[in-house]
T-cell receptor, first 108, second 112 residues
Framework: AQRVTQPEKLLSVFKGAPVELKCNYS??????LFWYVQYSRQRLQLLLR??SRESIKGFTADLNKGETSFHLKKPFAQEEDSAMYYC??????????FGTGTRLTVIP | NAGVTQTPKFRILKIGQSMTLQCTQD?????MYWYRQDPGMGLKLIYY???????DKGEVPNGYNVSRSTTEDFPLRLELAAPSQTSVYFC???????????FGSGTQLSVL
């Protein structure tokens, strides 16, 4: 079965501190993983996908197949990073499985 | 480009009533999706479509119907509303399967 687990519902960090949002997945095949973000009063939008190996707004995420993880990291958090973050897994079907989300609050 | 447009934004239904949630996109995307999000939960796929005239069930299709007569429109129909269908509904579209999804702003539905 395909599953995405985000163990933290809430995460607070101070501005300038490093941030890591955890995501673990369960899937027997080759996964495609994504991070989506929803800022206040905005739509859910793609932040990054592992296949692109890119850094968006200072965020990076590395797929670790051994630990089945896809944690989202940023070395220095900014206030504008406060948002709801969702990890999502594509298992090859026409479906994305979403985690329950982590609400990140960056404290000034 | 308006992107993905969903209507209405809010709706309250009585048990047993029916309604249609509208979704339209102007990006000429092949793939369209309907998700629901219950409080504290992740998004779950209700139905999806890979092109006009083609629809298929997702993870939680019971109690819903869809149609895709055009590339642009993908309405979601609730025939007999039940309290378990109280949720936030999101429509999304993408050009290719599981490529970047573009989401609508959501519909908050309450069934009382």
């Amino acid at each position: 079965a395909q599953r995405v687990t985000q163990p933290e519902k809430l995460l607070s960090v101070f501005k300038g501190a490093p941030v890591e949002l955890k995501c673990n997945y369960s899937y027997s095949g080759s996964p495609e993983l994504f991070w989506y973000v929803q800022y206040s009063r905005q739509r859910l939008q793609l932040l990054l996908r592992h296949i692109s190996r890119e850094s968006i707004k200072g965020f990076t995420a590395d797929l670790n197949k051994g630990e089945t993880s896809f944690h989202l990291k940023k070395p220095f958090a900014q206030e504008e990073d406060s948002a709801m973050y969702y990890c999502a897994l594509s298992g090859g079907a026409n479906n994305l499985f979403f985690g329950t989300g982590t609400r990140l609050t960056v404290i000034p | 480009n308006a992107g993905v447009t969903q209507t209405p934004k809010f709706r309250i239904l009585k048990i047993g009533q029916s309604m249609t949630l509208q979704c339209t996109q102007d990006m000429n995307h092949n793939y369209m999706y309907w998700y629901r999000q219950d409080p504290g939960m992740g998004l779950k796929l209700i139905y999806y479509s890979v092109g006009a005239g083609i629809t298929d069930k997702g993870e939680v299709p019971n109690g819903y119907n869809v149609s895709r007569s055009t590339t642009e429109d993908f309405p979601l129909r609730l025939e007999l509303a039940a309290p378990s269908q109280t949720s936030v509904y999101f429509c999304a579209s993408s050009y290719q399967k599981n490529e970047k999804l573009f989401f609508g702003s959501g519909t908050q539905l309450s069934v009382l």
